[in-house]
């Protein structure tokens, strides 16, 4: 059964310090990788999405690489700020699927000023 | 900008209802899906369709059906509503290419079912 996974649940660092989400991956044949944030209450809001051709991509502070032979990614947030803590998700898309996406269950970030 | 807009933020129905929970895109994207959120178990899959009039079952779409007469719209139902679908449900749209498909959603109809 493919499945994601994402560590820690939870995260909580003090204003300015740069940090790393992680999500892995139990079957390495993906089709693209898509990064989302979740305030509370609200919907989804991608971030950044991969291709399974690409190593990584980069929009302003954020950074999503992706290494497929090992299942795993990464998610970079530079100069965290206070309006970064949301809930981070972890998608994947494998090929036959229609479009389908598995989730990770999240990263709850806290960011403290 | 790529809009999903969802019928209701906050829905409240009694058990035995038929609730109907609607979604619209403004992109023509092809694909479109429903998803539930629950603490602990995370996003899944109800159902989805990838052209008007298909559907395709997800992971748990007992107790749920969907329609799609056009192709902005996709439509969730839930037939008869019970207290164990109080849930966050979220709907989402993508273009159906075989390169990137990625998903854009709504901003969720918290259901509350007494």
């Known amino acids: 059964k493919q499945e994601v996974t994402q560590i820690p649940a939870a995260l909580s660092v003090p204003e300015g310090e740069n940090l790393v989400l992680n999500c892995s991956f139990t079957d390495s044949a993906i089709y693209n990788l898509q990064w989302f944030r979740q305030d509370p209450g609200k919907g989804l809001t991608s971030l950044l999405l991969?291709?399974?051709?690409?190593r990584e991509q980069t929009s302003g502070r954020l950074n999503a690489s992706l290494d497929k032979s090992s299942g795993r990614s990464t998610l970079y947030i530079a100069a965290s700020q206070p309006g970064d803590s949301a809930t981070y998700l972890c998608?994947?898309?494998?090929?036959?699927?229609?479009?389908?996406?598995?989730f990770g269950k999240g990263t709850k970030l806290s960011v403290k000023p | 900008d790529v809009k999903v807009t969802q019928s209701s933020r906050y829905l409240v129905k009694r058990t035995g209802e038929k609730v109907f929970l609607e979604c619209v895109q403004d992109?023509?994207?092809?694909?479109m899906f429903w998803y539930r959120q629950d603490p602990g178990l995370g996003l899944r899959l109800i159902y989805f369709?990838?052209?008007?009039?298909?559907?395709e079952k997800g992971d748990i779409p007992e107790g749920y059906s969907v329609s799609r007469e056009k192709k902005e719209r996709f439509s969730l139902i839930l037939e008869s509503a019970s207290t164990n679908q109080t849930s966050m449900y979220l709907c989402?749209?993508?273009?159906?290419?075989?390169?990137?498909?990625?998903?854009?959603f709504g901003p969720g109809t918290r259901l509350t079912v007494l």
């Open positions: 998608a994947v898309e494998y090929g036959g699927s229609q479009g389908n996406l598995i």
């Open positions: 991969i291709q399974s051709s690409q």
């Open positions: 369709s990838y052209d008007v009039k298909m559907k």
């Open positions: 989402a749209s993508s273009f159906y290419s075989l390169a990137v498909n990625e998903q854009f």
């Open positions: 992109m023509d994207h092809e694909n």
